[in-house]
Structures are given as structure tokens and as C-alpha cells.
T-cell receptor, first 115, second 112 residues
């Protein structure tokens, strides 16, 4: 049962344009969400996060939007740069896991920025 | 500042062999995790630890064992390697009170 879903396995975007990566979840007890970025042959690196008490969090070119009623979050990258080409994972934490917090990961979206 | 280190980077095992994947972190983090990533899939949690001497199973623990004798080290043991354990293994750690996990570079394991 995939509780965190990234339905687009891949996405191609022109350099300078906006990249929008989507993530849906089914568990209403998730209260914290993170985006990780992964280059080939490297471990995932943390990008940006959002608590369920917010609907938007911004960090430079990266913005994450959370729509709790739709159980949907999205990552916006603007403007997109060639170095943004990577696999992006959405992850979520349940509010019920107090003290033993674990993350549930989506399957990832491969973003390719076209120069 | 090394962060999370993993050894080896790559290993080929024969069916039935055993091996230990090493993971060390130098950030004094309480929590440590082992994940596996299969092609086209997300990261699945194998085992985790909330501190030295305390470990617990994750989503896919069968075929693996862990121990946590120190804060820094969290080795993952495969006792009888099977082709289904062919995967990339990531170790991660985080500090108490924070949700961000820091990942190592991964170990690619091929079981033939």
C-alpha cells in the first residue's frame, strides 16, 4: 500500500522555466513533509520541508505547497537550472510516531532540465 | 566533516554468503536508519535505531540484522544472501527533535 505517491516517473523542463513536481498521500496522520534530491551514485540530500500547519514554505528558488484537503503537495523550482537535473523524492512523517519518527518515501520523479 | 559514511561502495555476493554493510556518522546523532532502494522504487526502511543498544524493525526487515553498540556505528548484517537482496542500501541519521535525515552515499549490492 503506497501511502506516498509520485505519479510522474519523469519530467522534462526547459532551462529557465518552472519545474513543478507533485506528490499525493493517503495517510491523514502525516504531519510533516520533506523533499529530497538525489544525484546518480550519491545518497539523497535534503532540499526543503513543510509542516502540516503551513500551506507554503519557500527557500530561494524552491517552494513547497501543501493542500491538506486534497492530500497533495508540490515542489516548485523557478527558474530551473541544469544542476537541478536529479531524482526528487517526496517523504512524509506520521504524527502518531512520536519519539520513533520514521519517513515514508514516494517512488521519485526524475527531473531533466533541457539547456 | 565526513557526515555519514558507508563501506563498501559496491560488492558482489554469491547466494548464501554473508556480509556486513558498515555505516558511521560523526554528527553525534541519536537516530540511525537503514534503507534499501530497488530500481524505480522509493526507499524502504529495513531497520532503525533510536540510540545505542536500541534497535527496531522497519518495513522490510526479513533477511537482515542490525546492532548499535555505539552512537557512531550502525552495521547491517546479511546472513544468507539471496538474489532478492540485490539493491542499493542507504544509511541515514538524524538528531533528536529534527526530522531531516542525512544520508550516506550508499552501498550497491549484487547477489548472484
Amino acid at each position: 500500500d503506497q501511502q506516498v505517491k509520485q505519479n510522474s516517473p519523469s519530467l522534462s523542463v526547459q532551462e529557465g522555466r518552472i519545474s513543478i513536481l507533485n506528490c499525493d498521500y493517503t495517510n491523514s496522520m502525516f504531519d510533516y513533509f520533506l523533499w529530497y534530491k538525489k544525484y546518480p551514485a550519491e545518497g539523497p540530500t535534503f532540499l526543503i520541508s513543510i509542516s502540516s500547519i503551513k500551506d507554503k514554505n519557500e527557500d530561494g528558488r524552491f517552494t513547497v505547497f501543501l493542500n491538506k484537503s486534497a492530500k497533495h503537495l508540490s515542489l516548485h523550482i523557478v527558474p530551473s537550472q541544469p544542476g537541478d537535473s536529479a531524482v526528487y523524492f517526496c517523504a512524509a512523517k506520521s504524527g502518531l510516531d512520536f519519539g520513533n519518527e520514521k519517513l515514508t518515501f514516494g517512488t521519485g520523479t526524475r527531473l531533466t532540465i533541457i539547456p | 566533516n565526513a557526515g555519514v559514511t558507508q563501506t563498501p561502495k559496491f560488492r558482489i555476493l554469491k547466494i548464501g554468503q554473508s556480509m556486513t554493510l558498515q555505516c558511521t556518522q560523526d554528527m553525534n546523532h541519536n537516530y540511525m536508519y537503514w534503507y534499501r532502494q530497488d530500481p524505480g522504487m522509493g526507499l524502504k526502511l529495513i531497520y532503525y535505531s533510536v540510540g545505542a543498544g536500541i534497535t527496531d524493525k522497519g518495513e522490510v526487515p526479513n533477511g537482515y540484522n542490525v546492532s548499535r553498540s555505539t552512537t557512531e556505528d550502525f552495521p547491517l548484517r546479511l546472513e544468507l544472501a539471496a538474489p532478492s537482496q540485490t539493491s542499493v542500501y542507504f544509511c541515514a541519521s538524524r538528531t533528536l527533535g529534527a526530522q531531516t535525515q542525512y544520508f550516506g552515499p550508499g552501498t550497491r549490492l549484487l547477489v548472484l
